[in-house]
């Protein structure tokens, strides 16, 4: 089954008391700390301010195929990159409000930073002509740890899933070195590839 990334099954109603599922921590000022290995990269701050307005982009640069997914501010559509021959899959923003927006942004530009085997890439993020917003993220074949949960129905079939763990750990301890939380960490926000992939989305 394919899977989208950025499913949008727990986006956020775009309420104004609702709290960003991702949360940028700043570093502890502490002597110990100070004197703890830095990470390869500097700490994700200012993140609202995402790359999108000067970056309008022609629709001919995507074909555009069907919804796969559809939440609360935004929807997900399977689509080949013409530029590089390549299926991605794109976000789009539904509502422009302010707050939809600004957790649009902050979304995309956490994305941005994380660079790691088992988080999903961002491809692209702009607006349309129409003004819309979306980004481009790699589309990402296979399931939800949740589904493969539910398929395990022996100990040993559960045992086989436990290197999917030790790669969610790893993805979040590269976020945390980077002073990034990932607020909403479940297994439906897990994707288990057809070959060994494992990949954390919804950031």
């Known amino acids: 089954m394919q899977r989208p990334v950025?499913?949008?099954?727990?986006?956020?109603?775009?309420?104004?008391?609702?709290?960003?599922?991702?949360?940028?921590?700043d570093e502890p000022s502490s002597s110990s700390s100070r004197d703890a290995p830095r990470p390869t990269h500097p700490p994700a701050r200012h993140l609202d301010a995402a790359p999108l307005?000067?970056?309008?982009?022609?629709?001919?640069?995507?074909?555009?195929?069907?919804?796969?997914?559809?939440?609360?501010?935004?929807r997900i559509l399977r689509a080949r990159d013409v530029r590089f021959d390549r299926f991605v899959a794109l976000k789009e923003l539904r509502r422009d409000d302010p707050i939809a927006?600004?957790?649009?942004?902050?979304?995309?530009?956490?994305?941005?930073?994380?660079?790691?085997?088992?988080?999903?890439?961002?491809?692209?993020?702009?607006r349309w002509p129409s003004g819309q917003a979306f980004c481009a993220l790699k589309l990402v074949e296979g399931r939800t740890l949740a589904e493969?949960?539910?398929?395990?129905?022996?100990?040993?079939?559960?045992i086989l899933l436990l290197p999917v763990l030790v790669d969610v750990a790893e993805a979040m301890a590269y976020a945390h070195s980077l002073g990034i939380l990932h607020r909403d960490l479940k297994p439906s926000n897990i994707l288990?590839?057809?070959?060994?992939?494992?990949?954390?989305?919804d950031w």
């Open 6 to 25: 950025g499913s949008e099954s727990n986006v956020a109603t775009g309420e104004p008391d609702q709290i960003p599922l991702t949360t940028v921590v």
């Open 192 to 201: 288990v590839g057809p070959f060994g992939e494992t990949v954390v989305i």
């Open 148 to 158: 493969a949960l539910d398929e395990a129905s022996d100990l040993r079939s559960r």
């Open 53 to 74: 307005d000067d970056n309008i982009v022609s629709p001919g640069r995507y074909e555009i195929g069907e919804e796969i997914a559809r939440g609360g501010i935004g």
């Open 101 to 126: 927006l600004s957790r649009f942004r902050r979304e995309i530009r956490i994305t941005a930073q994380l660079a790691h085997p088992n988080i999903v890439p961002l491809y692209d993020a702009g």
